[in-house]
């Protein structure tokens, strides 16, 4: 039987060391979708995605992958599975060229024919990077590290991918080239959870979005809907 959802989430709760800071989040992501998370700084937003990807373990609630409950499995089980994490801050490997980032990123396929087609997959996504191959990751500007990262995490082929605050850090006119790169890894097949706390422009990309505020989902609907609703305009975009 086909899963309703590429991913679902109920009732997560997590936090650290004893102190809670997710407090019982819900939301479901469809294949093919783009969903947002969106909120202010220090909602739970990495915590969720972290939690996820099995870098966390929840102490409530559970986690389906394909209609197959993976809740608390460790990260390198979830990327094998099919889901990626991309961490926020663009964590390249600065010392290592472009390419030898990306090999990083497919390091649990053996075949070197799979990586290969796989390497010619994400230039063909971002071709920019065929530019940089031997270049080092840490002389690239900060957009061009962004997508390094995206890729990277695309080299492992994932069902679904999230992505922590792409934009974190970028400077304006780089934000959005970033932001339209998620919507060609949709174009591709991917599935895309994202988080964002530039709301405005989360929701221009994404299909549904879901509002989080201390750790609970406060709003959410259909991208549209949310930029037209009162409460958003408001809280977040200085309406
Ligand atoms: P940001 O945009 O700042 O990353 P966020 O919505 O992603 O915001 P989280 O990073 O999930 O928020 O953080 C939620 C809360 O958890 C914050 O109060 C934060 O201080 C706390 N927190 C995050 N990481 C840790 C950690 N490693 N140890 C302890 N507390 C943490």
């Given at each position: 039987m086909m899963a309703d959802f590429a991913l679902e989430v109920k009732n997560l709760c997590a936090g650290y060391e004893g102190v809670p800071v997710l407090h019982g989040i819900s939301f479901e992501v469809k294949e093919g979708e783009i969903v947002a998370i969106v909120g202010a700084n220090g909602a739970g937003k990495t915590t969720t995605l972290r939690t996820i990807a099995g870098l966390l373990r929840p102490t409530d609630g559970f986690v389906k992958f394909y209609g197959e409950d993976?809740?608390?499995?460790?990260a390198h089980i979830m990327v094998r599975k099919g889901l990626t994490y991309v961490p926020?801050?663009?964590?390249?490997?600065?010392?290592?060229s472009v390419k030898e980032n990306l090999e990083l990123g497919a390091f649990?396929?053996?075949s070197k024919e799979v990586v290969e087609q796989r390497l010619e997959w994400v230039y063909s996504l971002f071709p920019i990077l065929k530019e940089r191959l031997t270049q080092k990751a840490e002389t690239m500007s900060g957009g061009e590290q962004q997508m390094l990262a995206i890729a990277r995490g695309l080299m492992s082929a994932p069902k679904v991918i999230l992505l922590d605050?792409?934009?974190?850090?970028?400077?304006p006119s780089l934000v959005e080239k970033v932001l339209q790169t998620v919507v060609e890894i949709r174009r591709h097949g991917v599935t895309v959870l994202m988080v964002e706390q530039r709301v405005l422009e989360a929701l221009e990309i994404a299909d549904r979005g879901y509002v989080i505020q201390s750790g609970k989902v406060v709003l959410s609907g259909m991208s549209k809907d949310l930029l037209d609703s009162d409460e958003i305009k408001r809280a977040y975009l200085g309406m």
């Open positions: 993976v809740t608390g499995l460790p926020e801050g663009r964590r390249v490997f600065g010392k290592l649990k396929e053996e605050e792409l934009s974190l850090g970028l400077q």
